[in-house]
């Protein structure tokens, strides 16, 4: 179970890991790391470099995705990072990136 706090100026993320290989936990704490760099970064070259990271480790998480695993002899992995990739583009050429702030 997932559980979200929220200290003053501190986020605490907790992942019930219960499941999970060691590869996707290091995964899930490596993109959290990218994550809170793309986000607080000041430099426009980390910046850029900093997001493309994070993208790729994301789609290598969703490649070692449980299901994923489960199903190698059908590639979902790969097509669940294409069909991830396919929309983020169609969702930027019509510029249509959802803003999800409550």
């Not at 959290?32 to 986000?39: D, K, M, N, R, Y």
């Not at 002899?73 to 409550?102: C, H, P, W």
Request: glycine content about 4%; charged content about 30%.
């Amino acid at each position: 179970m997932q559980s979200l706090g929220q200290k003053d100026k501190e986020l605490l993320m907790k992942f019930d890991t219960d499941g999970l290989t060691p590869a996707q936990v290091r995964l899930i704490k490596n993109i959290h790391s990218l994550l809170a760099g793309v986000l607080t970064s000041e430099d426009e070259g980390e910046f850029f470099e900093s997001s493309a990271e994070l993208l790729k480790r994301s789609a290598e998480l969703i490649k070692h995705a449980n299901f994923a695993l489960q199903h190698k002899e059908m590639s979902y992995g790969d097509q669940a990072v294409e069909f991830a990739l396919d929309s983020l583009n169609e969702a930027t050429e019509e510029r249509k990136l959802q803003n999800i702030d409550n």
